[in-house]
C-alpha cells in the first residue's frame, strides 16, 4: 500500500485537500548552498509546487525523486507566466504518460 501522506508537507491535510502534482524542473541552485530545486505541476500547468534539497541528501532510497507528489492545496502556487503555464503542462502531462506516480527519476 502507499502512503501518500509521506508525499504532503503538512500531514494534516485530508485526502480532499490535496492536488497531484507531477515533476516538471529539477535545477541546481546558483549559490553555494548545492542546493537542488525541484519543481512539481499539475497536468495543466496552473499550479506548482517547489522543493529545495541539500545536494547531500540525494544518496540512498529513501531520498528518491518521485515521478509524482500529492500536497495539499495551500503548499501550491499559481503559474501567471503563460510561456511557463504551457511548458508546465507540456512536461506534467508527459511525466503522468511515462511514469507511475511512485517511479523514481
Known amino acids: 500500500m502507499n502512503d501518500e ?3 504532503a508537507t503538512d500531514g ?3 485526502a480532499d485537500e490535496r ?3 507531477w515533476l516538471v524542473e529539477r535545477t ?3 549559490d553555494e548552498l548545492n542546493l537542488i530545486i525541484l519543481v512539481y ?3 495543466d500547468g496552473t499550479r506548482y509546487h517547489r522543493r529545495e534539497r541539500a545536494l547531500p541528501s540525494f544518496t540512498g532510497p529513501a531520498r528518491e525523486t518521485k515521478a509524482s507528489l500529492l500536497v495539499p492545496d495551500e503548499a501550491l502556487g499559481d503559474v501567471d507566466d503563460p510561456e511557463t503555464r504551457e ?4 512536461e506534467a502531462t508527459r511525466m503522468a504518460s ?3 506516480p511512485d ?3
Open 98 to 100: 511515462r511514469h507511475g
Open 41 to 43: 505541476a499539475t497536468e
Open 87 to 90: 511548458r508546465y503542462a507540456a
Open 28 to 30: 541546481y541552485s546558483d
Open 12 to 14: 494534516s491535510a485530508d
Open 103 to 105: 517511479d523514481a527519476v
Open 19 to 21: 492536488t497531484r502534482v
Open 5 to 7: 501522506r509521506s508525499d
